[in-house]
């Protein structure tokens, strides 16, 4: 039975995830739709994002606006990427290089935020607003409740909200031992540099016209850098494995000279690893530890909540991947929710998505964190052997990347139909 009224849908969490999906449903006259965001401003925390084939395929699914966005923000084609060693006898020597038809794009977090941001009328956007608690009504309804003491009542709430979002704890509860994300052995620092002066500092060699994306493989690190802005600006990303050198435990830590230079001692003393510490030295930076939901949680639904981006799957950014599965997220929860005609049908539209896409994230966060171990050295099987590294890190993408969209959104639908 269909319901006479709009299905009002509130979602948390202003970033990426939360943008993409509410261009997606506003497109869908039955849903009504507002976005909460926590912080004063709708905001993104770093400098640029890959987006993948897989991801561009689940934007081109999800139409316009979204689908043009990356352009209209600046994207660059990653036309090749190129892994190279960093340390040893084989110092600056070329693994291999990904070309192909895997073209994936680089763009800078804040300004493909501010395109999903602009068709979004202002009356359904709040900020300020951070979720404290969730009551359930009757009839399915849920009641929000924010630490400003403003509530809304809504059909459905879907939490975009983060790794230390409310909704999570909400489906899973407060003791659950999926709850929270761990934080892994690795902490990364990003910069970014006016391309002239990347060129003086990296080396005029590893930028050309191709904008290729560079990999450095260390001893107990990883440093790599891409090109965005249209060729303008380039990132710099270290990743370091500190559980030996500064301890796993703090979730930040200043980045100077000194520290820079015992990151990387093992490293080959090339002007490569000088250009990194100038880096570094340079630029005022930070080190942030790279959490992930190591302990898979049993569901990403309960009800009329569900989860999505990190808030469902956070992952260390290893395999580049954090950004590309929220938004097949948001594909999947669109493609269920504009044939939910009743609030009453939420709950299966919700668990429906949880068995599509449960699966699938959580082997990408497992994978990256691998991922991650054979990128900085520190793989149990490869460490810093150039032929095993280059035996064993090609297959670990074809999962993500060659998957098929429209066959995702069927299987969507056929789990829905079987749970209505």
Request: with cysteine; aromatic share 6%.
């Amino acid at each position: 039975m269909s319901s006479t009224h709009p299905i009002k849908i509130a979602i948390i969490g202003g970033g990426l995830a939360g943008a993409t999906l509410m261009n997606a449903l506003l497109k869908h006259p039955h849903l009504d739709v507002d976005i909460y965001e926590s912080a004063p401003e709708f905001s993104e925390r770093g400098a640029a994002v890959g987006i993948a084939t897989n991801a561009q395929a689940a934007l081109d699914e999800i139409g316009e606006p979204v689908s043009s966005a990356l352009d209209r923000a600046g994207a660059v084609v990653m036309a090749t990427s190129r892994l190279c060693i960093a340390t040893g006898s084989n110092a600056l020597d070329v693994l291999f290089d990904l070309a192909g038809e895997q073209r994936g794009k680089v763009v800078h977090r804040a300004a493909l935020l501010s395109e999903l941001l602009r068709p979004i009328d202002k009356t359904r956007t709040h900020t300020n607003k951070k979720l404290s608690r969730i009551e359930e009504l009757s009839g399915g309804r849920l009641r929000l409740v924010f630490q400003d003491g403003v509530t809304s009542e809504v059909d459905a709430v879907i939490g975009a909200d983060g790794v230390r979002g409310f909704v999570r704890e909400h489906i899973l509860g407060a003791d659950h031992p999926a709850l929270r994300a761990q934080v892994s052995r690795f902490k990364d620092s990003r910069a970014l540099l006016p391309m002239e002066e990347a060129k003086a500092i990296l080396g005029a060699e590893y930028f050309d016209e191709s904008h290729r994306q560079y990999g450095w493989i260390g001893d107990g690190g990883f440093f790599m850098h891409d090109v965005l802005d249209n060729g303008k600006t380039v990132q710099c990303v270290l990743c370091i494995d500190t559980a030996e050198a500064w301890g796993s435990d703090a979730e930040s830590k200043d980045l100077y000279r000194s520290l820079l230079e015992q990151a990387l001692a093992n490293w080959t003393n090339t002007p490569l690893r000088r250009g990194i510490v100038e880096v570094g030295t340079f630029y005022t930076l930070k080190a942030y530890a790279q959490s992930h939901h190591f302990v898979d949680a049993p569901t990403y639904a309960k009800g009329h909540a569900c989860i999505m981006g990190d808030a469902a799957h956070c992952m260390t950014p290893w395999q580049g991947s954090g950004a590309g599965m929220a938004i097949e997220d948001a594909m999947i929860l669109e493609t269920l929710l504009r044939e939910v005609t009743d609030p009453a049908e939420i709950p299966a539209a919700f668990r429906a998505y949880d068995e599509v896409r449960r699966p699938r994230t959580q082997r990408v966060v497992h994978s990256s964190y691998g991922t991650g171990l054979i990128l900085s050295g520190r793989g149990s099987d490869t460490r810093l052997d150039k032929d095993k590294i280059s035996q064993a890190l090609p297959p670990r993408w074809g999962f993500i990347y060659e998957f098929d969209m429209k066959e995702h959104k069927r299987d969507a639908l056929t789990a829905f139909e079987g749970l209505s």
